[in-house]
């Protein structure tokens, strides 16, 4: 009975103790978190707008932000070319990232040395990779422009053409992000047994066979995981577009982010902005509870 009563004290004193040192934590993850976003959705029912305020205060208006804003064309289309970037963006990356893995993974020298190559691009701060993906295509000085003339093809203004903006910035992405998709499938490859590769061997299957009864059940849930952060962030994009494009040319490149900054940020109507960002996150959430059932399963 006393060795019972011990153990419940000891336990007792193990709980406070932990609970004692997550306590901190939970404290900067409530202020920094959950405080801007209770913030964030009861601004997104008020008229809030830094230039008025002073003056004339805040007032409740309801549901006229989510109106406006899901009633707003240019909102609409930004929505579309968010969801067809996040798409094409996820699925080139996955597949160049889960190639680049298993090429890397197949080496038997210079594996070392090919992993600090091809993660170079994600290493590089966004507003560099931007500006150097900018002057390569310049329609001025550009070399990309300068060989094609060379070669006597049609030259285009990347950036500022309808046809070519929001091709460049899946391609930049994609470029930029990869290397991280890479890395961490080639992680996840690092743990497949040798086991199973060799008695798929022996049973005599070729080597799409094992890509696709071995390697990839083997890490099905980096597979997973890989594409839900990266739908994440796709989903969020507003560094490049707003470095390269500014979401033109003709709305064409503008994603919510962009969108949000255009009409909310820049014009200080945080009431606007506030429930913008409140619909994005919903639509993040529907998302990437696909990703989360799946991988549970």
């Given at each position: ?55 004339d205060g805040v007032q409740s208006i ?236």
């Amino acid at each position: 009975m006393m060795k019972k009563k011990k153990k419940n004290n000891a336990d007792a004193q193990i709980k406070r103790f932990s609970i004692g040192m997550i306590s901190p934590a939970i404290l900067v993850l409530a202020v920094m978190t959950a405080y801007p976003l209770i913030f964030t959705l009861v601004y997104s029912f008020s008229d809030y707008n830094l230039l008025k305020a002073m003056k004339d205060g805040v007032q409740s208006i309801g549901l006229k932000n989510y109106t406006d804003l899901l009633t707003d064309s240019y909102f609409q289309q930004s929505v579309w070319n968010t969801v067809k970037f996040t798409v094409l963006t996820v699925v080139l990356e996955m597949l160049v990232g889960f190639g680049m893995a298993l090429f890397v993974n197949t080496l038997r020298r210079g594996q070392k040395a090919m992993r600090t190559l091809l993660l170079l691009p994600y290493l590089l701060p966004t507003v560099t990779v931007a500006m150097i993906w900018r002057m390569m295509f310049s329609p001025n000085y550009g070399i990309v422009n300068q060989a094609m003339e060379a070669l006597n093809l049609p030259v285009y203004n990347w950036f500022s053409d309808i046809h070519t903006a929001f091709g460049m910035l899946v391609l930049i992405d994609v470029w930029q992000c990869a290397p991280f998709v890479f890395l961490l499938l080639y992680a996840a490859l690092q743990s497949v047994p040798q086991s199973q590769y060799e008695a798929a061997r022996i049973d005599g299957a070729g080597p799409v066979k094992i890509l696709f009864f071995v390697t990839i059940p083997n890490i099905k849930k980096s597979l997973a995981l890989c594409a839900l952060l990266r739908t994440i962030d796709s989903f969020r994009l507003f560094d490049k577009v707003n470095l390269l494009t500014g979401g033109g040319p003709a709305n064409s490149t503008s994603t919510i982010t962009q969108y949000l900054y255009n009409y909310g940020i820049q014009s200080f109507d945080f009431g606007f902005g506030s429930a913008g960002a409140i619909v994005m996150t919903v639509i993040v959430l529907i998302l990437s509870s696909f990703y989360i059932r799946r991988a549970i399963k």
